[in-house]
């Protein structure tokens, strides 16, 4: 009964190619997000999607794509990946209709560019 | 968002009280602190959040000064599994239909607490 879970939990690619990181929540959330954790450990957000609005740092690279298929997935789709892009990244959810409604984090993708 | 300052890490006795304190001082009336921790190889995990009172729940209790410049999370009886990073976060709520960008969390570096046996 995992609220958002993320597929594939260990991710290993070469310079070059496209990759998709999967992201489901059963939690009826209407709003989903994407982070990346770097070496350092930091947490940096990259995207804020609900049916309405997608936020997008302006740091990221538009190599890097949210898919949203319907409210309970958003899928981060990766093109030409680069040595740079190695890190952790987990998918997140809240709901915008609850005041407090506090993140729902996934246990996270590690992604390995070689 | 306000910037948070917290320490790099801190050590608890396993059964004790682990205070963590936090910085806020350019917090704006309507911002809400969060604290949310990171076990190794896990996702963030929200614990508590308050506006100006104190709060409690089954995991910690949240200790806000009445300037609001500074909070302390309080885990009552740490236990080995407590052993995590612990970001405070401050963040507007915004309404109930608010944009995307006042959903987001910003994180700063945290504190790595150490219970230890």
């Known amino acids: 009964d995992t609220a958002v879970s993320q597929t594939p939990k260990y991710l290993v690619t070469q310079m070059g190619n496209d990759k998709s990181i999967k992201c489901e929540q059963n939690?009826?959330?209407?709003?989903m997000y994407w982070y990346k954790q770097d070496s350092k450990k930091f947490l940096k957000i990259m995207f804020s999607?609900?049916?309405?609005?997608?936020?997008i740092n302006e740091t990221v690279p538009n190599r890097f794509s949210p898919k949203s298929p319907d409210k309970a997935h958003l899928n981060l789709h990766i093109n030409s990946l680069e040595l740079g892009d190695s890190a952790v990244y987990f998918c997140?959810?809240?709901?915008?209709?609850?005041?407090?409604?506090?993140?729902?984090f996934g246990n996270g993708t590690r992604l390995t560019v070689t | 968002d306000a910037k948070t300052t917290q320490p790099t890490s801190m050590d608890c006795a396993e059964g004790r009280a682990a205070n963590l304190p936090c910085n806020h001082s350019?917090?704006?009336?309507?911002?809400?602190v969060y604290w949310y921790r990171q076990i190794h190889s896990q996702g963030p995990q929200y614990i508590i959040h308050?506006?100006?009172n104190n709060e409690t729940n089954e995991m910690a209790s949240l200790i806000i000064t009445e300037d609001r410049k500074s909070s302390t999370l309080i885990l009552p009886h740490a236990t080995l599994r407590d052993t995590a990073v612990y970001y405070c976060?401050?963040?507007?709520?915004?309404?109930?239909?608010?944009?995307?960008?006042?959903?987001?969390?910003?994180f700063g570096s945290g504190t790595q607490l150490t219970v230890l046996p």
């Open positions: 997140a959810s809240s709901s915008q209709y609850s005041y407090n409604s506090p993140l729902h």
């Open positions: 308050g506006l100006k």
């Open positions: 999607y609900n049916n309405k609005e997608l936020i």
């Open positions: 350019t917090i704006s009336g309507n911002e809400y």
């Open positions: 939690l009826g959330h209407d709003t």
């Open positions: 976060i401050v963040r507007d709520n915004g309404g109930i239909i608010s944009s995307g960008s006042a959903r987001q969390l910003t």
